[in-house]
């Protein structure tokens, strides 16, 4: 079993930054890829980035490719997402999840853990 806890979410204006966190449990944390989806209101959970168990291989969705970096600490169970140069259709519900889900990465129906949320609004 694996708990996953976000944190770092808030308001920013648009062109601005934010770092999320995402903390694990247990000692299975590098067993996992871990990967950052989001859901705006009305809009379905949507991909965000992944990377792999050892940190070495990272995909983007095309809306966040060149903007957010995710990376991850295994020796602090920690994932994060780095946001840069954010805009408004941006602003969404930020869950984590940990799985093995293989090519299928951009599937949440993958990943066998999600986090409880952060939220992020950024305003124009």
């Known amino acids: 079993q694996v708990q996953l806890v976000e944190s770092g979410g808030g308001l920013v204006q648009a062109g601005g930054s934010l770092r999320l966190s995402c903390a694990a449990s247990?000692?299975?944390?590098?067993?996992?890829?871990m990967g950052w989806f989001r859901q705006a209101p009305g809009k379905e959970r949507e991909f965000v980035a992944v990377?792999?168990?050892?940190?070495?291989?990272?995909y983007y969705a095309d809306s966040v490719k060149g903007r957010f970096t995710i990376s991850r600490d295994n020796a602090k169970n920690t994932v994060y997402l780095q946001m840069k140069s954010l805009k408004p259709e941006d602003t969404a519900v930020y869950y984590c999840?940990?799985?093995?889900?293989?090519?299928?990465?951009?599937?949440?129906?993958?990943?066998?853990?999600w986090g409880q949320g952060t939220q992020v609004t950024v305003s124009s």
């Open positions: 247990g000692r299975t944390f590098s067993s996992y890829a």
């Open positions: 990377i792999s168990r050892s940190g070495n291989t990272t």
């Open positions: 999840a940990a799985g093995q889900p293989g090519s299928y990465y951009y599937i949440g129906g993958e990943y066998y853990y």
